[in-house]
Nanobody, 115 residues
Framework: QVQLVESGGGLVQPGESLRLSCAAS????????MGWYRQAPGKQRELVAK???????NYADSVSGRFTISRDDANMMVFLRMNSLKPEDTAVYYC?????????WGQGAQVTVSS
């Protein structure tokens, strides 16, 4: 059974940091491109960052230089380190696994940036 379980969300003030974690199980993790997406109220889900099996990464322009995605294949984990958070980063953040037409999603973690 495929599972993606996010953790680490919460309420922070602007300028602070958070680290999201995603624990994966039930599939060949190392083969998959892992990504973080987010969806703010009233907006479409958007890509935040992705990391390929070989370690290459892509970031949305809005988070480049502030967020860092990483993966631990041995423990089937993917992380998103978020620095210098802004109110516009407020959203539900989803973990995604993608490979060869197989596409899995976690349940989401709320991140709220507010003073």
């Amino acid at each position: 059974q495929v599972q993606l379980v996010e953790s680490g969300g919460g309420l922070v003030q602007p300028g602070e940091s958070l680290r999201l974690s995603c624990a994966a199980s039930g599939f060949a993790f190392s083969l998959y491109t892992m990504g973080w997406y987010r969806q703010a109220p009233g907006k479409q889900r958007e890509l935040v960052a992705k990391i390929y099996g070989g370690g290459d990464t892509n970031y949305a322009d809005s988070v480049s230089g502030r967020f860092t995605i990483s993966r631990d294949d041995a423990n089937m984990m993917v992380f998103l380190r978020m620095n210098s958070l802004k109110p516009e980063d407020t959203a539900v953040y989803y973990c995604n696994a993608d490979f060869g037409g197989y596409d899995y999603w976690g349940q989401g973690a709320q991140v709220t940036v507010s003073s």
